[in-house]
T-cell receptor, first 114, second 110 residues
């Protein structure tokens, strides 16, 4: 079975509720941030990104908030659905230097209950 | 993402064996990456390549090597596999910001 996600923090929510997944990043020089969703047996899938010159960005049912003062990133999912159950990773990237490398957090498991 | 494929999807091998994991992409991206994922950890970068002639070590390159045979192909090799290389391995491509991941290879070294 899928071993990714063992020992991860888990957020349990009821279907239809809003979910908030938090992430603390480490590098104050990071200026690009991404959220990925990883379902069992699959590779990470892009959800939404944000640059450091913004503090909020909205997508379809998802919102990313960035607080550079405390180096905190959050992903809000509105009206959570069973299909949202997955492990969610934040990643940070310093774009200075002209290259693109991502540093991933450990992930949070989202469990959606009917 | 179906545009990034990895072979094999699952592999069991013995300690000391050489093994190659392959990655192909049809997205036309120059940048390609290899990561490993262990339970309870995020993805960690093994190697990355910004074009056919450019190969760079990531944070955990020891015990691994790579080959960029063409823009579309990036292979990861374990010259002499050891049990602590048991993990999920992901290939990714990038257009310069977002990275697009393959489905992963589950490797078990016994």
């Amino acid at each position: 079975g899928e071993s990714v996600g063992l020992h991860l923090p888990t957020l349990s929510v009821q279907e239809g509720d809003n979910s908030i997944i938090n992430c603390a990043y480490s590098n104050s020089a990071s200026d690009y941030f991404i959220w990925y969703k990883q379902e069992s047996g699959k590779g990470p899938q892009f959800i939404i990104d944000i640059r450091s010159n913004m503090d909020k960005r909205q997508g379809q049912r998802v919102t990313v908030l960035l607080n550079k003062t405390v180096k905190h990133l959050s992903l809000q999912i509105a009206a959570t659905q069973p299909g949202d159950s997955a492990v969610y990773f934040c990643a940070e990237s310093p774009l200075s230097g002209g290259y693109n490398k991502l540093i991933f957090g450990a992930g949070t498991r989202l469990a959606v209950h009917p | 993402d179906a545009d990034v494929t990895q072979t094999p999807r699952n592999r069991i091998t013995k300690t000391g064996k050489r093994i190659m994991l392959e990655c192909s992409q049809t997205k036309g991206h120059d940048r390609m990456y290899w990561y490993r994922q262990d339970p309870g950890l995020g993805l960690r970068l093994i190697y990355y390549s910004f074009d056919v002639k450019d190969i760079n070590k990531g944070e955990i390159s020891d015990g691994y090597s790579v080959s960029r045979q063409a823009q579309a192909k990036f292979s990861l090799s374990l010259e002499s596999a050891i049990p602590n290389q048991t993990a999920l391995y992901f290939c990714a491509t990038s257009d310069g910001q977002k990275q697009y991941f393959g489905p992963g290879t589950r490797l078990t070294v016994t």
